[in-house]
């Protein structure tokens, strides 16, 4: 009776795995197509001099790598990478939070506030990235405009290698400022009403409730929202591609366009995936780091 | 009585400061938006002329008018197809992924499940020559099929931790009076789980779809000529077209962000909840 129950048993674990098999296969196949497999196959093809149409490919071994080192278009990009991962932390979460604790203490006859402030996360980072590039064109762009109406001139500020990058990174921030607003409005819906409540009974102010009670409670949303703008900050591309093109001179370069521009534009694709790969270990390392820094924190 | 009356003052003082802290925001935000679509109803040479805040002499629709006769309703149809083959197969294979990773008990399921989440944070671009050479060789360069494999693949990883964990909440005693009355894991899953998920796989399709929609850098790469490209790149198209003629540009913008406002309009809440079911605790 035991020996039959033990196979059946066995039998049943088969029957699991083989019912997990099939559900799981879909998946498993096209990460390994377009996610897996290509990874890998970045990594070898960074150790060819390979222009990406003909056949002459030839093994360099690790000459693109040490090139990569000491390629100081590709570090600017990195600390540009950086530069975007700090101010938008930097600005884009405090003044989400400003706007969700707005919304949070108006109520419902804000609406109209919320609805607005949505509008640039529905359009696409290329059509921002469009609209960007007319609406702060040095001529009849909207800053110069507005600063004609003071009495002053053009201003340039895509053309100008030093105003360039802070220019795009303030477009980001305006496309990404709503997206940190709803985020934390669910954060404050997620903090219990009667916590509000009592507070409120205790006579703590508006200002009270939010500086001792939501703001520590929100610490936690917080986190994960910087992880978020840390992880997307490294991979960015569509709006500086279409906006700059990594330009003026590598003023604007991030990491993902000067590895666009090398495959693509230069056909140098050994090269291009080697950039590429620099990137990936890159950004695991940042990313490991955060969250083993922000882990800690939690364990104090 | 005294300081009860001093702190309403106070704060009647700091929701005034608010208020146009608040209303500074909503000009910042909105004043992009009026200039694409003030522009939009001009003629070329007026905006020049005139400046760039200036109503237009007539609500003229001639820019849209060229843009829509133009090929404006091909990148439209390519992007819609695009979208929904995706949609289709994402949330089909998906839910097939979640359904044993929450609902069974097996020995390979938490690393499975770690790699599939792990891919979230993986940049696009380590995959886009490979992808790229890939595509080539089965022949589906410069095709809006070109797109539906990667898009469902960079897609699946947030598609799956959601729904599984969506699928966990599931009660277990469904289940288990199921399984008494014989029925196996397949009928399960179309009978039971997958009508008990429409809710995850509605915020899901909004999500993704929001971000298929737009999707830039695959579709750059993998197609070339005008009638085998998606929406986003008709701007790119047309700037080509059109590089001096800022209000035609700003028609074709306008245009683009439409069908997303209209889906705001229409879903409001549901869309915002879906935009942002990516800001997951990670």
Not at chain 1, 35 to 62: C, E, H, V
Not at chain 1, 158 to 173: D, F, Q, S, Y
Not at chain 2, 32 to 40: E, K, Y
Not at chain 2, 66 to 95: D, M, P, Q, W, Y
Request: aromatic share 14%; net charge positive; glycine share 6%.
């Amino acid at each position: 009776m035991k020996a039959k129950n033990a196979s059946l048993s066995a039998k049943r674990q088969r029957s699991v795995y083989l019912a997990a098999a099939i559900f799981l296969l879909p998946v498993a196949a096209l990460l390994a197509v377009y996610i897996f497999y290509p990874i890998f196959d970045t990594f070898q093809t960074s150790l060819f001099r390979w222009n990406g149409i003909s056949a002459d490919k030839t093994m360099i071994g690790l000459d693109n790598w040490a090139h990569l080192l000491r390629d100081s278009s590709f570090w600017i990009a990195f600390r540009n990478n950086v530069l975007i991962m700090i101010l938008s932390i930097a600005i884009q979460l405090p003044i989400g939070l400003a706007l969700a604790t707005f919304l949070d203490f108006g109520g419902k006859r804000l609406n109209a506030f919320k609805t607005a402030w949505f509008i640039p996360l529905l359009m696409s980072s290329v059509a921002i990235g469009f609209l960007g590039t007319y609406a702060l064109a040095t001529n009849g762009g909207i800053i110069s405009t507005i600063s004609h109406w003071f009495g002053g001139g053009n201003i340039d500020l895509l053309g100008n290698p030093k105003r360039a990058l802070l220019t795009v990174i303030m477009v980001i921030c305006w496309q990404f400022i709503p997206f940190y607003m709803v985020y934390f409005m669910a954060g404050y819906t997620g903090l219990s009403f009667e916590v509000y409540e009592a507070a409120y009974i205790d006579g703590a102010t508006k200002g009270q409730y939010f500086w001792m009670i939501a703001f520590p409670l929100l610490i936690p949303s917080m986190k994960s929202a910087a992880i978020l703008s840390m992880v997307g900050s490294l991979k960015y591309f569509d709006l500086i591609y279409v906006m700059t093109g990594g330009g003026p001179g590598t003023s604007t370069e991030l990491m993902a366009t000067y590895m666009y521009k090398q495959s693509f534009k230069n056909f140098n694709m050994g090269y291009g995936s080697t950039v590429a790969a620099g990137m990936f270990i890159l950004i695991c390392i940042v990313s490991l780091a955060t969250m083993k820094l922000l882990n800690r924190r939690k364990e104090d | 009585m005294e300081s009860y009356k001093k702190q309403r003052l106070k704060s009647a003082a700091a929701w005034t400061m608010a208020f146009i802290l608040a209303s500074i925001w909503l000009v910042v935000s909105l004043l992009p938006f009026l200039f694409m679509v003030l522009n939009s109803f001009k003629e070329k040479f007026e905006m020049l002329v005139k400046g760039v805040f200036v109503l237009p002499d007539s609500l003229n629709f001639f820019n849209y008018k060229t843009v829509l006769e133009g090929s404006f309703s091909r990148f439209f149809t390519n992007s819609a197809i695009v979208l929904l083959v995706c949609l289709a197969l994402l949330l089909f294979i998906s839910a097939c992924a979640s359904y044993p990773l929450a609902r069974f008990k097996f020995r390979l399921s938490n690393p499975i499940y770690a790699l599939i989440v792990a891919c979230m944070a993986i940049p696009l671009h380590i995959t886009l020559i490979p992808v790229f050479k890939m595509t080539r060789s089965f022949g589906l360069y410069d095709s809006i099929w070109a797109l539906i494999g990667p898009y469902v693949a960079f897609a699946a990883p947030i598609s799956v931790f959601i729904l599984t964990s969506f699928m966990r909440e599931i009660p277990r005693e469904i289940e288990e009076s199921m399984e008494i009355d014989g029925c196996g894991k397949y009928r399960m899953f179309f009978y039971m789980i997958l009508p008990l998920s429409t809710p995850g796989l509605s915020t899901l399709a909004i999500y993704n779809g929001v971000n298929i929609w737009n999707e830039f850098s695959f579709a750059y790469t993998l197609t070339q000529t005008a009638p085998n490209r998606t929406l986003p790149l008709a701007i790119w198209e047309f700037q080509g077209e059109y590089s001096m003629n800022t209000p035609m540009i700003m028609a074709v913008l306008t245009l683009t962000l439409l069908p997303m406002i209209i889906m705001f309009i229409i879903f409001q809440d549901k869309l915002v909840k879906g935009m942002t079911a990516g800001a997951v605790k990670g």
